[in-house]
């Protein structure tokens, strides 16, 4: 009911900068929470980064905090995340998530969203 695609991958240098974005459609009416994950080879999905419906409420892993901004324009049916002095420990792919229904904080924890995008490589050179 509810599809995501992410765009805004692809490689930097180590200290570079890019904007991730995320376009949900389908039955998006709903109050939801949204957020972004990643997986790197070799290790689990993990999370990046999240954000309340209304954007009162938002989240970061610790290894981004300071780097990464997360955001969403409720009207444009969009989630962004920009990420600043990228490094190689952030080479991986980007997932978009959302969770059905009203919530009024941002989630953290894989498992309670509903909706995945397909993922966007992103590819942080030294």
């Known amino acids: 009911q509810v599809q995501l695609v992410e765009s805004g991958g692809g490689l930097v240098q180590a200290g570079g900068s890019l904007r991730l974005s995320c376009v949900a459609s389908g039955r998006t009416a709903s109050m939801y929470a949204m957020g972004w994950f990643r997986q790197a080879p070799g290790k689990e999905r993990e999370f990046v980064a999240a954000i309340s419906w209304s954007g009162s409420s938002i989240d970061y892993a610790d290894s981004v905090k300071g780097r990464f901004t997360i955001s969403r324009d409720n009207a444009k049916n969009t989630l962004y995340m920009e990420m600043n002095s990228l490094n190689a420990e952030d080479t991986a792919t980007y997932y978009c998530?959302?969770?059905?229904?009203?919530?009024?904080?941002?989630?953290?924890?894989?498992?309670?969203?509903?909706?995945w995008g397909q993922g966007t490589q992103v590819t942080v050179s030294s």
């Open positions: 998530a959302a969770k059905r229904g009203r919530t009024f904080v941002a989630v953290t924890t894989l498992r309670d969203y509903d909706y």
